[in-house]
């Protein structure tokens, strides 16, 4: 997602760099150009669109997209763009939700910066979930069918307007300044908005898939460090992982309880933006002006306390130090956890037990939790999941994509052929990479692989060129693939699948697991997390 900036801007591409833009674009008849800009104007006569940004950004930010849009406005100061046929839909999803997250982020981190927030849903093949362009924010329009992943999602992305845009990491190695913080910043808006336990029941769902990462690389692994040793020529993309968003939230939330208070520490952050606002910054630069701010932590050598030491945290492998207390989410997630004992006896459930549970009365969240932790119990008896495809899947077809790519992943892990068409359905429908990847690499993990590649030819040219050769890294991993039967197939390059997903890089994923000694195709993807 970062490095593909530069295909169309000549510019230094290092993220210590921050631009003064202006630029113009012309288009054919029926086209609207938009960029990250925080003015814009329009020649009619000649086509002609003028671009200007009158804060600087890092390289990375700059973005422009052009396409048959239209808009309408959400708020005094927002406004969603879509292709006619989803405009209503997203108008619909969002209404007036965008201003009030401006409104609360605003009383917790101070002034919104960059003037507009305007929103662009582009199209399913777009091969990131979203991105925090300043003033324009990038969403992919296969977010619509999940209110609450999308609303997660829009939030994430308003927060980076103070953690990322306004004050932005230094170097690719400490991507958590952004991710981490702008992970924490959501979660203080969610808890705002929409209360503590929602609050805790979307982390308990992240931080379950952190350590499902670290089931499979391995506490050792060293791309579980919040400062990854970058060297040159590695992808950027490979370090946008849970550990850059999750371990990187750890570590806010411990300073947070250092702080002694939720507030005080909201003071901080608040301060900690005047500062640095318009800045590149470093780890130390956090750490230093957290130990400046407050002098009583500083003399008491928090940053030393054993197990917990801040240069544990940046450099040392393996799960978070600390973690946050989520039991004022024990109301929503504790029947998840009731209903999945149940079926992880190894027995069929009693019938009556189950009927207490009324899985059409859940949160989506609810539910993704309970088919999470039902995948990590893979294998199951096969009556077992006969049981689960009789009981929920016909309510899973009429839920959203996150609920049915981890339903149909069980069904794929535990060779499930009665709900096969199902997967086959599924990927014929959806061609964007959160919810293709984690399906093939589970056909592939399997004996379904030859599935698998049947579904890629007959799909492929609807499928974004870096997902083309995602997949077929997957697909083919020892050599090219081999020539369509319709149509050529691209070669693969080695280390040519940018990933702008930040938990879907399978290349790396299973060159880390094979070092790890365990299941090379399982993925590093198992929750949408937004850029």
Same mark, same amino acid.
């Given at each position: ?257 250092? *702080? !002694? +208070? ?11 933006? %005047? ?5 590149? @910054? &470093? ?61 992880? *006896? !190894? +027995? ?11 899985? %059409? ?5 609810? @539910? &993704? ?83 698998? @590649? ?78």
């Amino acid at each position: 997602m970062y490095k593909n900036k530069i295909s169309r801007f000549v510019f230094h591409d290092h993220i210590f760099h921050h631009l003064d833009l202006d630029l113009p674009a012309q288009v054919p008849e029926g086209l609207t150009v938009l960029m990250s800009a925080s003015r814009s104007s329009y020649s009619k006569l000649d086509r002609v669109f003028q671009f200007s940004m009158e804060f600087p950004v890092p390289s990375y930010l700059v973005a422009l997209v052009a396409g048959e849009l239209q808009h309408v406005d959400i708020g005094p100061r927002s406004r969603v763009w879509a292709e006619p046929c989803l405009l209503s839909c997203a108008v619909k999803k969002l209404g007036g939700s965008v201003e009030r997250w401006l409104g609360v982020a605003e009383d917790l981190f101070g002034p919104y910066l960059w003037g507009r927030c305007d929103i662009v849903f582009l199209p399913p093949s777009f091969p990131i979930v979203a991105m925090e362009n300043p003033c324009l924010t990038f969403i992919i329009a296969s977010i619509l069918e999940s209110s609450e992943f999308l609303l997660i999602d829009v939030i994430h992305e308003i927060a980076h307007g103070w953690f990322g845009n306004a004050v932005t990491n230094a170097t690719w190695e400490e991507m958590w300044l952004s991710e981490g913080l702008a992970t924490y910043a959501q979660r203080r808006i969610t808890t705002e908005a929409y209360g503590e336990a929602f609050t805790c029941l979307e982390t308990v769902v992240r931080l379950d898939a952190l350590h499902r990462q670290l089931r499979l690389l391995g506490d050792n692994n060293p791309v579980s460090k919040l400062q990854v040793k970058f060297e040159p020529g590695v992808n950027p993309s490979t370090l946008m992982n849970l550990f850059t968003y999750e371990k990187g939230f750890c570590f806010v939330s411990y300073l947070s309880e250092l *702080s !002694g +208070d939720v507030r005080r520490f909201d003071s901080f952050l608040k301060d900690y933006i %005047s500062e640095f606002k318009f800045q590149s @910054v &470093v780890a130390q630069d956090l750490i230093a002006y957290f130990l400046r701010y407050f002098p009583d932590l500083q003399d008491a050598a928090v940053s030393q306390r054993e197990g917990l030491e801040f240069e544990r945290w940046m450099s040392g492998c393996g799960p978070p130090p600390f973690e946050p207390d989520l039991s004022a989410g024990g109301a929503l997630i504790g029947p998840v956890q009731e209903l999945c004992d149940l079926w992880k *006896s !190894g +027995d069929t459930p009693d019938q009556q037990a189950l009927a207490t549970f009324d899985l %059409s009365a859940w949160s989506t969240f609810q @539910v &993704v939790l309970f088919l999470d932790r039902m995948l990590d119990n893979s294998p199951l008896p096969h009556e077992v999941m006969a049981s689960l495809s009789a009981r929920y899947s016909s309510l899973f077809d009429g839920l959203n994509a996150e609920v049915q790519i981890r339903w149909l992943q069980m069904v794929v892990r535990n060779t499930f052929y009665p709900d096969l068409p199902r997967v086959r359905a599924f990927l014929h429908k959806h061609t964007s990479r959160m919810y293709t990847v984690p399906l093939y690499e589970d056909l592939v993990a399997g004996v379904m692989k030859c599935v698998a @590649v049947e579904i890629f030819y007959q799909t492929q040219r609807r499928l974004h060129p870096n997902l083309r050769r995602t997949l077929q890294l997957i697909l083919f991993p020892s050599s090219s693939a081999p020539a369509n039967r319709s149509s050529p197939v691209p070669p693969i390059v080695a280390g040519s699948s940018p990933s702008g997903s930040p938990l879907q890089t399978p290349a790396a994923t299973a060159a880390a697991a094979a070092a790890a000694g365990t299941n090379a195709a399982m993925a590093l993807r198992d929750v949408n997390v937004s850029a």
